[in-house]
């Protein structure tokens, strides 16, 4: 750290001990193995203090996105992308609706990647990424992302390892570009654990209401759990940089989880610098015009 | 009305003497110049009634979304397309945050209509429309739309009167059209009073944070207020048809606006008339599988 700020937490931050992007980067020689996926790393408090801290940084981060937003429409060129990864229920979705849900929705670009359509399919895997960046001033969010393409394709061998290998040099490329134009990148990785998500498979299954969510193949990803976490471990060796750097969120207890993600968007923000921007505005003189609209 | 619920709210709808859609339905003859815009029409309550029915109903419409939602990720044609217009200050972008920010941002295809751009402006001015429809699953939102076409573009006379005039029907067909496809358009003009859009332009020049939202243009389009309130008439006289019809809501009280877009959305979303997807799931059998995961 050569900001300043090493081992303090964000001002306001209450319950953080040290800054969340601190506690939870996912720094050379990290292992996703020896993680505790029920633990709350950085944070100093039970669930009642998350869900305070949550709603207080909160109003901050709304804040935050407005400034983003008024920058981006007074010719600013920042903007945010939090991309979400992890395997099925680590709680991508939770996090979009909740953590998403404090800002404005009409400073967040949110787009899920699936399975890509045949157009998509006939193009370079990182096209359609590319043209779902955010605009200057928007948060972007990506539920699933370009690591798919590191990360079910490896495992599942949709294409030769001899194609995949390349990947990872190749988006560490293409996030340095995306940071040259102006967005920061925020990688997340939730990472659930092997126990957590047959729990939640299970009460999938027991809600009739959910079933329309339940995939079969999720089982089938479930059998190959080992392969899914080397592939992560492997994305997290060689795709977390300084400038991009991932951050592995314990999933396992989704206060937390949401807790996290927002702290990290915040830090993020503030990490921004922004204020809100100076307009050539004629106050008194606007004031006069709109006097002079009424009787 | 020959659904049978004629003068009654909806269900567990509390606070409302008659359906929103009712209450503030434009039918033939409606006349925009006599509605009183701190008025509740159809709400028989305060603010603090507004709020609590406000969060209660917002519960609803979350559940809704989640079935409009399922229903379009299982094979289901229906969406909802929210239309909001007004004068500036009118409200617009409080309702997108306050109201839409109650359900699930992925089930919501917000999208924001400026000054064309040279692209937009070279093509019919329904393209950009017609390309920002909402998919199978979602309530899209226009702030602004189309109606711009015979708003601003009338009164300001950016193109020659032949040229608006016809637009009217067309934009009747076209809706005709959208509703074919599965898509209900709720259509809802948000009517601030002369005097309160003063009360909040000036509110606008005194706070430095907001500084950035004001535009010196905002006077000029009040010069025009009567013009504009003629050009809100006709769209109202041409284009409210029982398909597609316009719900016109006092916009003085935000509480109110907010309130009544949330019951109209309700109302839209109870009439599709969904229910979670039967899904062909052998339940039993995969929580075996899922059970034989496990140690």
Redo the contacts between chains.
């Keep these: 750290m050569t900001d300043g700020t090493a081992g303090r937490p964000a001002p306001g931050a209450v319950g953080w001990t040290v800054p969340a992007a601190e506690a939870l980067r996912a720094g050379p020689g990290y292992d996703l193995a020896s993680l505790d996926r029920r633990s709350t790393p950085g944070f100093d408090g039970d669930k009642d203090a998350g869900r305070a801290a949550m709603q207080q940084r909160g109003e901050v981060l709304s804040v935050l996105q407005e400034q983003l937003y ?1 920058h981006g ?2 010719g600013g060129d920042r903007s945010v992308l939090l991309v979400l990864q992890g395997m099925d229920t680590a709680g991508k ?1 939770g996090v ?2 909740h953590v ?2 404090m800002v ?3 400073g ?1 670009a ?1 787009r ?1 990647f699936g399975v890509p359509t045949p157009a998509e399919a006939a193009q370079h895997y990182l096209e359609r990424i590319r043209a779902a960046l955010p605009a200057p001033g928007r948060i972007g969010v990506f ?1 699933r992302s370009h690591y798919e393409d590191v990360l079910v394709v490896r495992v599942e061998e949709l294409v030769p390892v001899a194609q995949w290998e390349g990947r990872y040099d190749e988006i560490v490329a293409f996030e340095e570009e995306v940071a040259a134009r102006g967005t920061t990148v925020v990688k997340v990785l939730l990472a659930v654990s092997y ?1 957590e998500q ?1 729990a939640r ?2 009460r999938r ?1 027991e809600r ?2 959910k ?4 995939d ?1 193949a999720d ?1 089938d990803a ?2 190959r759990w080992g392969e899914y976490q080397e592939a992560y471990q492997a994305v997290l060796d060689r795709t977390s940089t300084p400038g991009a750097p991932w951050y592995v969120v314990p999933a396992d207890r989704k206060w937390f989880a949401r807790l996290a993600v927002t702290e990290l968007l915040v830090e993020a923000l503030e990490g921004l610098g922004l204020t ?2 100076e ?1 050539d ?1 004629d ?1 008194a003189g ?2 006069a ?2 006097e002079a ?2 009787p």
């Design positions: 008024a429409r007074t979705g979009v609706r998403l849900g404005d929705p009409q967040v949110l899920a539920d126990e047959a498979l299970r299954l009739p209401d079933h329309w969510k339940y079969p089982i479930r059998g809100w921007p307009v505005l106050v606007e004031l015009r709109l609209t009424l």
